[in-house]
């Protein structure tokens, strides 16, 4: 898709955040702005000579022209910005998961079913020790191995953490690899692996601007023609 799919959505969102129903809307940033100032040309290049990869065309067309970051869904959109010393980062409650440095590297076809019900599988049941010291010891092992595993950055190298759904559920965009473009969920604070959501940056964004229009009751310039 071409940067014309984001023409007028800064406005609609900036609009949306006016109304009185923008209180129902879930997506906006408590306080400050609604949206981060959009990237000029120089930043974003100076964001992909920094990370390697050139990003996908929607989401780097949203930087440009709708914003840096903000109001969005679940949470919001993490901000990306470039700190004092040139370094670029993305911010939010799981920002720093993103690793600048490693987006050019292919995202990583996930764990197997299999080999994540292994892992489950292996960890220790108190009832089946008589010390709970051991038991302790035996846990604290087996959340290392699964932390190790499961949370290990070779599964997330390719992508950028977008957005959190609070309880440590987060959203990631794909930007390296055949999932280029397209979003993922990360539930596994509950012991899940990533699944694909099975949208694209655009979709996944446009979607929650038409609902959250809906929930304020407000219409979009679109829905008017």
């Known amino acids: 898709m071409s940067a014309h799919i984001w023409a007028g959505v ?12 923008a209180d129902e809307v879930f997506g906006f940033p408590r306080g400050g702005t609604p949206l ?10 100076d964001l992909e000579r ?8 929607e989401y780097r067309n949203f930087l440009l022209h709708v914003g840096a970051g ?9 901000p ?3 700190d004092a010393g040139g370094a670029w980062q993305w911010h939010g409650d799981g920002g720093d998961m993103t690793l600048p440095k490693r987006l050019a590297e292919p995202f990583r076809q996930r ?24 038991f302790d010891t035996a ?10 595993t499961l949370w290990s950055d070779d599964h997330t190298a390719g992508a950028i953490c977008l957005c959190h759904l609070g309880c440590a559920q987060r959203q990631w965009l794909v930007v390296s690899g055949p999932e280029r473009g397209r979003m993922w ?26 609902e959250a229009e809906k929930t304020a009751g407000t219409v979009s310039p679109s829905e008017t023609r």
Not at 50 to 57: H, I, S
Not at 186 to 192: E, F, M, V
Not at 193 to 210: K, M, N, S
């Open 10 to 21: 800064r406005e609609r969102v900036l609009a949306l955040a006016k109304t009185p129903g």
């Open 70 to 78: 903000g109001a969005g869904p679940a949470y919001g959109v993490f």
């Open 36 to 45: 981060d100032d959009p990237l000029t040309e120089a930043e974003l290049a």
């Open 139 to 148: 846990n604290d092992a087996w959340e290392e191995r699964l932390y190790a």
């Open 111 to 134: 764990m197997s079913p299999e080999e994540l019900d292994a892992l489950l599988g292996d960890q220790p049941d108190e009832e089946a020790y008589e010390d709970i010291d051991d």
């Open 80 to 82: 990306v910005r470039r």
């Open 185 to 210: 969920d990360d539930s596994r604070c509950d012991h899940a692996d990533l699944e694909p959501l099975g949208v694209t940056f655009a979709q996944w964004y446009l979607d929650w601007l038409a």
């Open 50 to 57: 920094y990370c390697g990869v050139r990003l996908p065309d």
